[in-house]
């Protein structure tokens, strides 16, 4: 009997390493579908930032686009000013002559 469990133990070798093989295959495989959540995540908050720069660039280009009417318009006025400036200036002149 003792030699048929002596001859039983090295059968068993093989399924040993296979065992251990499959518990370190296991552990691999939940790790990986941890990082894979986590990678999850991560892409989610990437797509709500980008979201939100989007909204944020958009609403930046309105107000860009609002300024530089704001500028033309009072580089307007500031010719008009100029030419009433001018055209008073003559006036003035013209009522000092009389």
């Not at 030699?3 to 090295?10: C, E, Q, T, W």
């Not at 093989?21 to 999850?40: C, D």
């Amino acid at each position: 009997m003792a030699k048929s469990a002596a001859v039983a133990r090295p059968e068993l070798e093989p399924i040993d390493r296979l065992e251990e093989k499959i518990k370190l295959l296991v552990g691999m495989i939940s790790q990986l579908r941890s990082e894979h959540a986590q990678l999850r995540n991560e892409h989610a908050r990437t797509a709500e930032e980008n979201g939100r720069l989007r909204r944020e660039a958009e609403d930046l280009r309105g107000r860009l686009a609002d300024s530089e009417a704001s500028s033309s318009e009072l580089e307007a006025l500031r010719d008009e000013r100029d030419i009433i400036r001018s055209r008073v200036a003559e006036m003035l002149e013209q009522l000092e002559a009389i």
